[in-house]
């Protein structure tokens, strides 16, 4: 029987074609964090490099300038992919626990030593989390495609939103 972080891990879809065996062993990798309610997880803006797989309890995420909400992750849920990938990341929206919450974190390094030491488990995370961000990526393509659209009929400011990103 598998214990509950297994049993969680083991139904994410970034995890779901490893073996239990190989659970297993990711799991010696992983740390336990604990929230209260309200406690930010990660604040938008500032570096971070691990990734988070909700266990218990729920996640608020927003977005600059106002905490405006764009989603909530519960348990089985995750979040932090893209940190795992770039050099000095940055954090792109803030996660705030919805309640008391409990989360099982990986950072960059950890995930790496793993991959390293068990390739044939990290390559299929690996293909999970890359085929994960390229949905996202396809989306948000769609989402300006449309915003660029809605502005040629002057019904957006797009260039504006742009701009004042960079």
């Given at each position: ?8 891990l ?10 239990s ?5 990711l799991?010696?990798y992983?740390?336990p964090?604990?929230f ?6 990660v604040?938008e803006?500032e570096e ?6 909700v ?5 608020n995420?927003?977005?600059e ?12 849920g995750?979040?932090g ?11 792109t ?42 949905e ?9 495609a ?5 502005e040629?009929?002057g019904?957006s ?10």
């Amino acid at each position: 029987m598998l214990d509950e972080t297994l049993e969680i891990l083991s139904k994410n879809f970034l995890f779901a074609d490893l073996t239990s065996e190989e659970l297993l062993e990711l799991k010696g990798y992983l740390r336990p964090e604990s929230f209260e309610a309200g406690e930010h997880i990660v604040r938008e803006g500032e570096e971070g490099d691990s990734l988070y797989l909700v266990t218990k309890g729920g996640v608020n995420v927003t977005k600059e300038p106002d905490n405006h909400f764009l989603s909530y992750i519960g348990s089985g849920g995750y979040f932090g992919d893209m940190a795992l990938f770039m050099p000095h990341s940055v954090r792109t929206a803030s996660c705030i626990a919805a309640m008391k919450t409990e989360c099982q974190s990986i950072d960059k390094a950890s995930l790496e030593e793993f991959c390293t030491t068990y390739p044939v488990p990290g390559n299929k995370i690996y293909r999970e989390i890359i085929r994960a961000i390229s949905e996202r990526l396809a989306i948000t393509s769609a989402d300006l495609a449309m915003l660029m659209k809605q502005e040629m009929m002057g019904q957006s400011k797009v260039s504006e939103i742009v701009a004042s990103k960079k």
